[in-house]
């Protein structure tokens, strides 16, 4: 069966340390990768997108970059971490054609 | 830009009871898709209903989808404490494509043991 896994659960960064968040896929092969951020009582906002390896796309100008160096593998990744970055990180994958996503578990940091 | 808006923002109802959340979206789309959030966890899919159908059902889920006002519902029967969640609609990019699905901002639903 396919699974998601993502970490850390919680993390607490200062202001400009860098940002390496991971997630990783389980029993499938060429997913389709997201990562999404939730601010605090809000909807999902997608940030980046993963077609395959090394293929990224970006849905919003940010403080953030993304990486897919295997093909179950996605990264999500800052140099300096901004107070704004807090929030809910969350990984999923899809097999693609707009069906259902599987979500990880959510990284939730905190920047200070 | 949302797609999908869910409503009410939130509902608080007593266990037993039927609860029921809308959302709406503007644009086309071939599916429409809910998903629940537990406190600080990640979001699971429950329901998929697409363009063609107009209602489904899954265990005490209910979902209606109405293309022509753009509309959708999500209907729990016999409401239960674990019921206690987020809940989302989500809807694909038009012609399936794989972009990340489009997310409202959840209706929050508390139910009352």
């Known amino acids: 069966s396919q699974t998601i896994h993502q970490w850390p659960a919680t993390l607490v960064q200062p202001v400009g340390s860098p940002l390496s968040l991971e997630c990783t896929v389980e029993?499938?092969?060429?997913?389709?990768l997201y990562w999404y951020r939730q601010a605090a009582g809000r909807g999902l906002q997608l940030l980046f997108y993963?077609?395959?390896?090394?293929?990224i796309s970006s849905e919003v100008p940010q403080n953030l970059s993304a990486s897919r160096p295997q093909d179950r593998q996605f990264i999500l990744s800052s140099k300096k971490l901004l107070l704004s970055d807090s929030g809910f990180y969350l990984c999923?994958?899809?097999?693609?054609?707009?069906?259902?996503?599987?979500f990880g578990s959510g990284t939730r940091l905190t920047v200070v | 830009s949302q797609q999908g808006e869910e409503d009410p923002q939130a509902l608080s109802i007593q266990e037993g009871e039927n609860a029921t959340m809308n959302c709406s979206y503007k644009?086309?789309?071939?599916?429409l898709q809910w998903y629940r959030q537990n406190s600080g966890r990640g979001l699971v899919h429950l329901i998929l209903?697409?363009?063609?159908?107009r209602e489904k059902h899954s265990g005490r889920l209910r979902v209606t989808l109405d293309t022509s006002k753009k509309s959708s519902s999500l209907l729990i029967t016999a409401s239960r404490a674990a019921d206690t969640a987020s809940y989302f609609c989500?809807?694909?990019?038009?012609?399936?494509?794989?972009?990340?699905?489009?997310f409202g901002k959840g209706t929050h639903l508390i139910i009352q043991p």
């Open positions: 644009t086309s789309i071939n599916n």
């Open positions: 989500a809807t694909p990019p038009a012609g399936g494509g794989a972009d990340g699905l489009t």
């Open positions: 999923a994958w899809s097999v693609g054609g707009g069906l259902g996503y599987t």
């Open positions: 029993g499938t092969s060429n997913p389709n």
């Open positions: 993963s077609v395959g390896i090394g293929q």
């Open positions: 209903i697409r363009s063609n159908e």
